[in-house]
């Protein structure tokens, strides 16, 4: 095996047919004398093969589309500047917003199709070694190829054989799953096995998804000549796809949604012109692409009306835009939940909000919800401390961000120290504060907010 780029169940395959009464073919590309190889390199042992074939170079490719890759064989490391990126089209588009989803020090299951461009987009944004990417065939690392290529990748940690890769999805072992989107139905089924007469099969899509921590479905809206361009941060469609891919109920149930609510289960689906969640309700649309018309574009294709609780907010518009989006700042950044720490000792609470983004009423309940949870319990109010270094909020929600923050003082906050060395912030969140009378001084730095009382 030391040219091919997987070890696939080859192992497997060869023991049962011998232990079966079969024979054993192995295709090899020359002879080697007896005793010459690496015995560590040996994937098939000699006492399991019948019979030996030499194969002509053209018919023993590495994979459908590479007779021979140095970078597939792990024989070579491939510069990962070398590998072009992506163009922006609704490929892109799709693989970006699904990179959001990505964490650090996460094992990551990439299905073929769709999902393969996210490891590019991860490559384009410098991201690949925060986290580690495997695909079924037996990848754990680097940054498997798409295509005809799907299955190898370059630069890997290890190769192993693709039943072991399943042990491992089986058990637990994916954080997160990536995978194709054919049809989907209110709610929240799967179909990428059944078309018609035509049985495509599942693969290893039921393990995968059943398995994963999280699982994003990402594909185009519809499908079958669909034409969209990217101009202007904008999405524009010029043609819809013949095939619709949102319908009443699918033709053959692959994913089961109601099993992945009744496991808690967090779902995505993500396409180019919009977001879905799975809820307990169905299908929820919780985003839409900037330049779409959410009853043109989106609910007029759908062969039912999907979930609306609130009006969906704007796809982040770094994704439609033709330059990096930042992603590496983004999954270096803390959760949340680790912006605050509360002290026991000095009875004091900590938010640590440097380099946050608040930008929806979601991240405001979030900040609402963190609090409470923090300080649920306490029977003396402590005293706040926030850092807003490199903190930004939204002009739309400032105001929602101030009604919050009062109430938050009210019900759980003694006092509060605020610094940021912005004078813009501190004029901004100062002036919203005090229309709401709460204490207002933001101090330029912790030092100087250490020294002062508390206010």
């Given at each position: 095996?030391?040219?091919?780029?997987?070890?696939l169940?080859?192992?497997?395959i060869?023991?049962?047919a011998?232990?079966?009464?079969?024979?054993?073919?192995?295709?090899?590309?020359?002879i080697?004398?007896?005793g010459?190889?690496?015995?560590?390199?040996?994937?098939i042992?000699?006492?399991?093969?019948?019979?030996v074939?030499?194969?002509?170079?053209?018919?023993?490719?590495q994979?459908f589309?590479?007779?021979?890759s140095?970078?597939?064989?792990?024989e070579?490391?491939i510069?990962?500047?070398?590998?072009?990126?992506?163009?922006?089209?609704?490929?892109?588009?799709?693989a970006?917003?699904?990179?959001?989803?990505?964490?650090?020090n996460s094992?990551?299951?990439?299905?073929i199709?769709?999902?393969?461009g996210i490891?590019?987009?991860a490559?384009?944004?410098?991201?690949?070694d925060?986290?580690?990417?495997?695909?079924e065939?037996?990848?754990?690392?680097?940054?498997?190829?798409?295509g005809?290529?799907?299955?190898a990748?370059?630069?890997?940690?290890?190769?192993?054989d693709q039943?072991?890769?399943?042990?491992?999805?089986?058990?637990g072992?994916?954080?997160?799953?990536?995978?194709?989107?054919?049809?989907?139905?209110?709610?929240?089924?799967?179909?990428?096995?059944k078309f018609?007469?035509?049985?495509?099969?599942?693969g290893?899509?039921?393990?995968?998804s059943?398995?994963?921590?999280?699982?994003v479905?990402?594909?185009?809206?519809?499908?079958?000549?669909?034409?969209?361009?990217?101009?202007?941060?904008?999405?524009?469609i010029?043609?819809?796809g013949?095939?619709?891919?949102?319908?009443?109920a699918?033709?053959?149930?692959?994913?089961?949604?109601?099993?992945?609510?009744?496991r808690?289960?967090?779902?995505?689906?993500?396409?180019?012109?919009?977001?879905?969640?799975?809820?307990?309700?169905?299908?929820?649309?919780s985003?839409?692409?900037?330049?779409?018309?959410?009853?043109?574009?989106i609910?007029?294709?759908?062969?039912?009306?999907?979930?609306?609780?609130?009006?969906?907010?704007?796809?982040?518009?770094?994704?439609?835009?033709?330059?990096?989006?930042?992603l590496?700042?983004?999954?270096?950044?803390?959760?949340l939940?680790e912006?605050?720490?509360y002290?026991?000792?000095?009875?004091m609470?900590?938010?640590n909000f440097?380099g946050h983004?608040?930008?929806?009423?979601?991240?405001?309940?979030a900040?609402?919800?963190?609090?409470?949870?923090?300080l649920?319990?306490?029977?003396v109010?402590?005293?706040?401390?926030?850092?807003?270094?490199n903190?930004?909020?939204?002009?739309?929600?400032?105001?929602?961000y101030?009604?919050?923050?009062t109430?938050?003082?009210?019900?759980?906050?003694?006092?509060?120290?605020?610094?940021?060395t912005?004078?813009f912030?501190?004029m901004?969140?100062?002036?919203a504060?005090?229309?709401?009378?709460?204490?207002?001084y933001?101090?330029?730095?912790?030092?100087?907010?250490?020294?002062?009382e508390?206010?």
């Amino acid at each position: 095996m030391e040219k091919e780029a997987l070890t696939l169940e080859s192992l497997a395959i060869a023991m049962a047919a011998r232990n079966s009464g079969g024979i054993v073919i192995v295709q090899v590309e020359r002879i080697a004398e007896s005793g010459t190889l690496n015995p560590r390199q040996v994937k098939i042992p000699g006492i399991l093969v019948d019979c030996v074939v030499v194969a002509r170079p053209e018919n023993h490719w590495q994979t459908f589309a590479e007779s021979y890759s140095p970078g597939f064989a792990s024989e070579l490391r491939i510069a990962t500047s070398s590998i072009p990126s992506m163009p922006l089209t609704e490929r892109k588009v799709i693989a970006r917003r699904a990179s959001f989803e990505l964490m650090a020090n996460s094992v990551v299951n990439l299905g073929i199709g769709m999902p393969e461009g996210i490891a590019s987009v991860a490559n384009e944004e410098k991201v690949c070694d925060l986290f580690t990417m495997t695909t079924e065939p037996g990848v754990i690392g680097g940054i498997p190829a798409g295509g005809l290529n799907f299955g190898a990748a370059t630069n890997t940690d290890a190769i192993i054989d693709q039943p072991y890769q399943f042990d491992f999805y089986d058990g637990g072992g994916l954080d997160i799953a990536f995978l194709g989107l054919a049809q989907v139905d209110r709610d929240g089924n799967l179909n990428v096995s059944k078309f018609g007469p035509k049985l495509a099969g599942a693969g290893g899509f039921i393990n995968i998804s059943q398995a994963a921590k999280k699982v994003v479905f990402v594909g185009t809206f519809n499908a079958g000549k669909l034409d969209v361009i990217i101009k202007d941060g904008r999405l524009q469609i010029l043609q819809d796809g013949v095939s619709q891919k949102f319908v009443e109920a699918v033709e053959h149930r692959t994913f089961a949604g109601r099993y992945a609510n009744e496991r808690h289960q967090p779902v995505l689906y993500i396409t180019e012109r919009c977001v879905f969640r799975l809820t307990p309700d169905g299908l929820e649309l919780s985003e839409i692409a900037p330049g779409i018309d959410l009853q043109r574009d989106i609910v007029a294709q759908m062969g039912f009306t999907p979930v609306i609780k609130a009006p969906p907010r704007l796809m982040d518009a770094r994704i439609f835009e033709n330059k990096p989006m930042g992603l590496r700042a983004m999954l270096l950044s803390l959760k949340l939940n680790e912006r605050f720490s509360y002290d026991a000792d000095k009875n004091m609470l900590f938010i640590n909000f440097e380099g946050h983004k608040v930008t929806t009423a979601e991240d405001i309940d979030a900040i609402r919800t963190e609090v409470e949870r923090a300080l649920s319990g306490l029977t003396v109010k402590p005293h706040a401390i926030v850092n807003y270094d490199n903190f930004s909020i939204a002009p739309e929600v400032i105001d929602a961000y101030s009604e919050m923050v009062t109430g938050l003082v009210a019900r759980y906050y003694s006092d509060v120290t605020r610094y940021t060395t912005s004078s813009f912030l501190r004029m901004k969140l100062g002036d919203a504060l005090q229309r709401r009378s709460v204490a207002t001084y933001i101090y330029e730095s912790p030092e100087e907010a250490s020294s002062h009382e508390p206010r």
